[in-house]
């Protein structure tokens, strides 16, 4: 089963900066892409940022321009840099992976969309 370690949220100060990143681990096959959502209070889960196996990436309208999304593929880890942060970037954020992974006793690899556990971000005014 894939896992996904996130990192790096926090307190900041409006127009500050953080930088979020997610280790994925685990029977990975293949990754097709790698995002991350957010949630604040009261609101449904929304993309912020996405990147595919061959690099494109989309963001949000919300944070075009201030927000960075990257990857290390070699560690399988991807970031998003969080700059000129707004009180409005308030949520809890989350990382997802979809792809495929190995699984014991199947002979083919299986798809997989997992979540991380989601990280903090705080922005004051």
């Known amino acids: 089963q894939v896992q996904l370690v996130e990192s790096g949220g926090g307190l900041v100060q409006s127009g500050g900066s953080l930088r979020l990143s997610c280790a994925a681990s685990?029977?990975?096959?293949?990754?097709?892409?790698m995002g991350w959502y957010r949630q604040a209070p009261g609101k449904e889960r929304e993309l912020v940022a996405r990147?595919?196996?061959?690099?494109?990436?989309n963001y949000a309208d919300s944070i075009k321009g201030r927000f960075i999304i990257s990857r290390d593929i070699t560690k399988i880890t991807v970031y998003l840099q969080m700059n000129s942060l707004k009180p409005e970037d308030t949520a809890v954020y989350y990382c997802?992976?979809?792809?495929?992974?190995?699984?014991?006793?199947?002979?083919?690899?299986?798809?997989?969309?997992?979540w991380g556990q989601g990280t903090q971000v705080t922005v004051s005014s």
């Open positions: 997802n992976a979809v792809g495929y992974e190995e699984v014991p006793g199947l002979t083919a690899p299986r798809p997989y969309d997992y």
């Open positions: 990147i595919t196996r061959n690099g494109s990436a």
């Open positions: 685990g029977g990975i096959f293949s990754i097709g892409a």
